[in-house]
């Protein structure tokens, strides 16, 4: 695991399924139904897909894991300065503290590997958006002697269960470094 990364839980897994024991999988008619892990439309080779890995509501699924994220950073010692902090159209899913250091964290989920990395759903777009939305945060909250950073929560799903990972110093301002830093 990469320095500055952190799994919740002590087996390194976050319970997203509610703990059901095994795998569940949908079935229509008896038999597995097909259903893209990364979303679009039915079909494709007929294959089982685990419940929890069924697309149901983004958005949710989207709060769900930034309230799992938020609750890792607080038991890591950060407290939880926003959540969902908007500047116009623009959002930053968490500002957590330590001291005097503040992170703006973007929080990032994927449903497999076929849907790639969470982290690389970072773009430079994104990181724009997020860095604007920090720049308002600080002229309107920011202390005189805060050290800022932009931190991201990468969650993987593994099995029936999910990997979550705090990466500090995701990227610097301006995306210098290829965008990871």
């Not at 839980?9 to 795998?23: H, I, K, N, P, W």
């Not at 949710?60 to 950060?78: K, P, Q, S, T």
């Not at 001291?99 to 590997?113: C, D, N, Q, S, Y």
Request: glycine residues 14%.
């Amino acid at each position: 695991m990469a320095q500055g990364s952190r799994h919740r839980g002590s087996d390194g897994l976050a319970d997203a399924s509610g703990d059901r024991g095994g795998e569940e999988v949908v079935t229509r008619h008896g038999a597995p139904w097909s259903r893209p892990v990364c979303g679009g439309t039915l079909g494709g080779p007929a294959r089982s897909v685990p419940l929890d890995l069924l697309p149901v509501n983004t958005h949710r699924v989207g709060r769900y894991f930034e309230r799992v994220a938020a609750e890792m950073l607080a038991a890591d010692g950060w407290s939880i300065e926003g959540r969902n902090v908007r500047f116009g159209r623009r959002e930053i899913d968490l500002v957590v503290r330590r001291g005097h250091l503040v992170a703006f964290v973007e929080v990032k989920a994927r449903r497999g590997p076929d849907c790639g990395d969470p982290l690389e759903a970072i773009t430079a777009h994104k990181r724009r958006e997020i860095e604007a939305v920090a720049r308002w945060w600080i002229q309107r909250f920011g202390r005189p002697d805060d050290v800022y950073r932009f931190d991201a929560v990468a969650v993987r799903p593994i099995g029936s269960r999910w990997a979550v990972e705090h990466v500090e110093d995701a990227w610097w301002t301006g995306g210098e470094g290829g965008g990871s830093r």
